[in-house]
């Protein structure tokens, strides 16, 4: 080995030669491919240039401040000027399912930095890509991707570049297509994904909504999402001939992200206050509530017939049926239906028996602390709701004195 160094047998590179001339630039290095390389493989005219008090002040600046405006775009970015080399990241989308996962999160980050750098040209350039939306779908269980799909709505910040993206996926129809996903014949994973994303847009836009909310224009994905034939539509693939409990977890996650009410009231809104909470900004979409009533009876069912699960032995005796998840958030939505003490959903709910059922598996499950927990929310929702809010009306202190007819129902 001595003996190879000493002859300086190994290849030189162009890196050495630019070295050689007195006025090489560190731009000029940076641009050389083999840069890196040559750094971890120490050469040593690399790195006393490198060490070289202006090198590292150059470099620490190149860290931590944006290029200069004045500076040649292409320059500045450029994969995000060179359309073959965005062309060339993009095909990654190409491959078939699945990716690998390691891939696709460097392809995400990649992508991800670049919208945020330079949203306006990444972005026109996705929208000249019909099968963008496509292969992000095709894609959505993979979990970079669904990221990728998020920080394409969170990377950019000036409003009507924002506002142009959230209309261009509205236009591609991307919520009624991540509905379409959360099917009994999808896989999990895409189930899974899918659901998360469209409860990130709908947190996502009810947050800008709160930031901006001298803004005219509503957020195209949330009100698309809010409709009552998209709900429906989630909710008919979730009630289809098999019961799939991923598919029915993941469809009741959106709807419990949906009827989170911490938000401003608009029209087509109903504002409501759970117990302890002061009257402020709370609302849930009447459609919403419409689509959920509809399907009370098919969530009773599941309560008395979930999907089938395998006998559970326990230290303390034989679960058949365990709780399992799906009745678990099946009460997990009933509670959030009872914090928004509609009259005609609390009414449907007392002709089911749903309450009584829910307490039943209560005392029947007497060592399961998730579901206790659950059940203790809904009692407690009904003990402190002393009223009936129809979807039309507006809670006040003087409708404190009407019946608890629920709060009836279940003594």
Same mark, same amino acid.
């Given at each position: 080995?001595?003996?190879?160094?000493?002859?300086?047998l190994?290849?030189?590179?162009?890196?050495?030669?630019?070295?050689?001339?007195?006025?090489?630039?560190?731009?000029?290095?940076?641009?050389?491919?083999?840069?890196?390389?040559?750094?971890?493989?120490?050469?040593?005219?690399?790195?006393?240039?490198?060490?070289?008090?202006?090198?590292?002040?150059?470099?620490?600046?190149?860290?931590?401040?944006?290029?200069?405006?004045?500076?040649?775009?292409?320059?500045?970015y450029?994969?995000?000027?060179?359309?073959?080399?965005?062309m060339?990241?993009?095909?990654?989308?190409?491959?078939?399912?699945?990716?690998?996962?390691?891939?696709?999160?460097?392809?995400?980050?990649?992508?991800?930095?670049?919208?945020?750098?330079?949203?306006?040209?990444?972005?026109?350039?996705?929208?000249?890509?019909?099968?963008?939306?496509?292969?992000?779908?095709?894609? #959505?269980?993979? $979990?970079?991707?669904? !990221?990728? =799909? +998020?920080?394409? *709505?969170?990377?950019? /910040?000036?409003?009507?570049?924002?506002?142009?993206?959230?209309?261009?996926?509205?236009?591609?129809?991307?919520?009624?297509?991540?509905?379409?996903?959360?099917?009994?014949?999808?896989?999990?994973?895409?189930?899974?994904?899918?659901?998360?994303?469209?409860?990130?847009?709908?947190?996502?836009?009810?947050d800008?909504?709160?930031? #901006?909310?001298? $803004?005219?224009?509503? !957020?195209? =994905? +949330?009100?698309? *999402?809010?409709?009552? /034939?998209?709900?429906?539509?989630?909710?008919?693939?979730?009630?289809?001939?098999?019961?799939?409990?991923?598919?029915?977890?993941?469809?009741?996650?959106?709807?419990?992200?949906?009827?989170?009410?911490?938000?401003?009231?608009?029209?087509?809104?109903?504002?409501?206050?759970?117990?302890?909470?002061?009257?402020?900004?709370?609302?849930v979409?009447? $459609?919403?509530?419409?689509?959920?009533?509809?399907?009370l009876?098919?969530?009773? /069912?599941?309560?008395?017939?979930?999907?089938?699960?395998?006998?559970?032995?326990?230290?303390?005796?034989?679960?058949?049926?365990?709780?399992?998840?799906t009745?678990?958030?099946?009460?997990?939505?009933?509670?959030?239906?009872?914090?928004?003490?509609t009259?005609?959903?609390?009414?449907?709910?007392?002709?089911?028996?749903?309450?009584?059922?829910?307490?039943?598996?209560?005392?029947?499950?007497?060592?399961?602390?998730?579901?206790?927990?659950?059940?203790?929310?809904?009692?407690?929702?009904?003990?402190?709701?002393?009223?009936?809010?129809?979807?039309?009306?507006?809670?006040?202190?003087?409708?404190?004195?009407?019946?608890?007819?629920?709060?009836?129902?279940v003594?």
């Open positions: 080995t001595s003996m190879f160094w000493k002859f300086d190994h290849s030189s590179s162009h890196i050495d030669t630019l070295l050689e001339r007195e006025d090489v630039t560190l731009k000029e290095l940076m641009d050389e491919e083999d840069v890196l390389q040559e750094c971890k493989a120490q050469n040593r005219k690399l790195i006393e240039f490198l060490l070289k008090a202006e090198c590292l002040e150059d470099l620490v600046s190149f860290i931590i401040e944006e290029p200069p405006q004045d500076m040649d775009e292409k320059i500045r450029k994969l995000g000027e060179d359309e073959s080399l965005l060339k990241l993009y095909s990654f989308l190409l491959n078939d399912s699945p990716l690998n996962p390691l891939l696709a999160s460097f392809f995400s980050k990649v992508l991800s930095i670049l919208i945020s750098r330079k949203p306006e040209q990444i972005v026109d350039f996705l929208k000249k890509k019909r099968d963008f939306v496509d292969l992000i779908i095709k894609h #959505i269980g993979t $979990s970079a991707i669904m !990221d990728l =799909l +998020l920080r394409l *709505l969170t990377c950019i /910040e000036p409003p009507q570049p924002r506002q142009d993206v959230l209309n261009w996926l509205n236009e591609e129809k991307i919520i009624q297509r991540l509905v379409e996903i959360v099917h009994p014949s999808q896989e999990e994973d895409r189930h899974s994904n899918a659901s998360q994303s469209l409860c990130e847009i709908v947190r996502l836009s009810r800008q909504m709160l930031q #901006i909310q001298n $803004s005219t224009e509503p !957020d195209p =994905l +949330l009100a698309t *999402l809010e409709k009552q /034939e998209i709900i429906e539509q989630l909710l008919s693939n979730i009630f289809h001939k098999e019961k799939n409990e991923s598919a029915i977890v993941s469809a009741i996650q959106i709807l419990l992200t949906l009827l989170e009410t911490r938000r401003p009231t608009f029209e087509g809104h109903i504002e409501i206050c759970p117990p302890g909470m002061s009257h402020s900004a709370c609302l979409n009447k $459609s919403v509530l419409e689509a959920i009533r509809g399907r009876g098919s969530f009773h /069912e599941l309560l008395l017939e979930p999907p089938k699960k395998s006998v559970m032995k326990t230290t303390w005796g034989v679960l058949d049926p365990p709780v399992g998840n009745r678990l958030n099946v009460i997990r939505l009933i509670s959030s239906l009872l914090q928004t003490n009259s005609s959903i609390n009414g449907d709910l007392m002709e089911l028996n749903s309450i009584g059922v829910i307490l039943d598996m209560f005392f029947k499950y007497t060592w399961n602390n998730f579901l206790h927990t659950q059940v203790e929310i809904c009692v407690a929702l009904i003990l402190a709701s002393p009223f009936e809010n129809t979807e039309d009306s507006t809670i006040t202190d003087q409708d404190s004195t009407g019946d608890n007819l629920l709060l009836k129902h003594s």
